[in-house]
């Protein structure tokens, strides 16, 4: 598609629960991430893939936090066990190329993921 | 981010220039962009600049890059309502693992009628 789809687009999970989002990226384009968008306007990067390859996960946690990215599926980030803190809007991008390449990011409306 | 900076808040009068500013402390830089969200809405790239540039125009969007001093800008002239929201500096860096984004702490810009 032409623009980065996220599903759903609010999430409510009690804690203690699992969530899963998911994010189609633009067709293309080799490399999606995942940011977090906290309560204070701060995102913080989680985890980047090259296709269906980890390329960086320096800002996943150790601990709950999974994510695939798998031909022909959407890519997915996975919360086992969820908290409160986990509270926040995540949000997917993706892009044609790597760091020395003029090619933005496009990011998809987000998921507000709510535990209560 | 801790290493990349903006004000808080910017009121402006519909019709005025506004000038929202973004520090930053990595010189390795390559790329820096400015992104618009929409309350409750996604990130809407607007335009970005090549670090080796001093300045880029686009339509009413003028961008300024002062790589000696890390000091970024975006100006909107002609700033209407729908310009109300919050403005995103971000820089992507030269690292080895990746081109993730390191985003400022964004700026509300109110526009007054």
């Known amino acids: 598609g032409e623009e980065v789809a996220q599903t759903p687009k609010h999430l409510v999970r009690g804690e203690g629960q699992k969530a899963k989002l998911y994010c189609a990226p633009i067709k293309g384009h080799s490399y999606v991430f995942w940011y977090q968008q906290v309560l204070k306007n701060e995102f913080k990067f989680l985890i980047s893939?090259?296709?269906?390859?980890?390329?960086?996960e320096t800002g996943m946690p150790k601990e709950r936090f999974s994510a695939k990215c798998l031909p022909n599926s959407p890519c997915s980030l996975e919360i086992q066990a969820t908290k409160l803190e986990d509270s926040a809007v995540y949000f997917c991008?993706?892009?044609?190329?790597?760091?020395?390449?003029?090619?933005?990011?496009?990011f998809g409306d987000g998921t507000r993921l709510s535990i209560l | 981010g801790e290493d990349v900076e903006q004000s808080l808040f910017l009121s402006v009068r519909e019709g005025d220039s506004s000038v929202i500013n973004c520090t930053y402390t990595?010189?390795?830089?390559?790329?820096l962009y400015w992104y618009k969200q929409e309350p409750g809405a996604g990130l809407q790239l607007l335009t970005y600049?090549?670090?080796?540039?001093d300045m880029k125009q686009d339509q009413r969007l003028t961008v300024l890059l002062n790589k000696k001093d890390k000091h970024l800008s975006l100006r909107i002239a002609d700033t209407q309502t729908g310009d109300s929201a919050i403005y995103f500096c971000a820089e992507k860096r030269r690292e080895s693992s990746g081109d993730k984004l390191t985003f400022g702490t964004g700026t509300r810009l109110a526009v007054r009628p």
């Open positions: 600049i090549f670090s080796n540039m």
């Open positions: 893939f090259q296709n269906e390859n980890v390329f960086d």
């Open positions: 990595d010189s390795s830089s390559t790329y």
């Open positions: 991008a993706s892009s044609q190329r790597g760091a020395t390449s003029n090619q933005p990011q496009h």
